[in-house]
C-alpha cells in the first residue's frame, strides 16, 4: 500500500520560507509524476506544482516564481520550496502520485495527512 507523509509546514511571516517534504513508500514513486496540491480552508484542493519522472516541473501561474517542486529519487521523496510566502498561500499541503489521462493529471485516490502553512500579515 502507498503511503504519503508530508511535513514541513510551520507558522511563517509574510515573506518568509518553508521547504516542505513528502516520503512516499512503496514501488509508486520513480516512474511517476509527482505533485504538490494545497488545500485552503473552505476551498476545493487544488494541484499547484508538477514533477516529472526525468525532473521537468511546472506551476499553476500563482506561485511561478515563488515555488520550486523538486525530487531525490533515491530517497523517495518530492519536496516543495516556498519563498515570498503571502497570506494567501495559507492552506494544508498535500503530495500524490499522478497518472496523465486524456492530457489532465489525477492523483490517487489516497492522501497523506497533509502539512499546514500560515502566513501570517
Known amino acids: 500500500q502507498v503511503q504519503l507523509v508530508e511535513s514541513g509546514g510551520g507558522l511563517v511571516q509574510a515573506g518568509g520560507s518553508l521547504r516542505l517534504s513528502c516520503v512516499v513508500s512503496?514501488?509508486?514513486?520513480?516512474?511517476?509524476?509527482m505533485g504538490w496540491y494545497r488545500q485552503a480552508p473552505g476551498k476545493q484542493r487544488d494541484l499547484v506544482a508538477t514533477?516529472?519522472?526525468?525532473?521537468?516541473?511546472d506551476y499553476v501561474d500563482s506561485v511561478k516564481g515563488r515555488f520550486t517542486i523538486s525530487r531525490d529519487n533515491a530517497k523517495n521523496t518530492v519536496y516543495l520550496q516556498i519563498n515570498s510566502l503571502k497570506p494567501e498561500d495559507t492552506a494544508v499541503y498535500y503530495c500524490?502520485?499522478?497518472?496523465?489521462?486524456?492530457?489532465?493529471?489525477?492523483?490517487?485516490?489516497?492522501w497523506g495527512q497533509g502539512t499546514q502553512v500560515t502566513v501570517s500579515s
Open positions: 500524490n502520485v499522478l497518472s496523465l489521462r486524456s492530457g489532465r493529471y489525477f492523483p490517487l485516490t489516497y
Open positions: 512503496g514501488s509508486v514513486f520513480s516512474p511517476n509524476t
Open positions: 514533477i516529472t519522472s526525468s525532473g521537468r516541473t
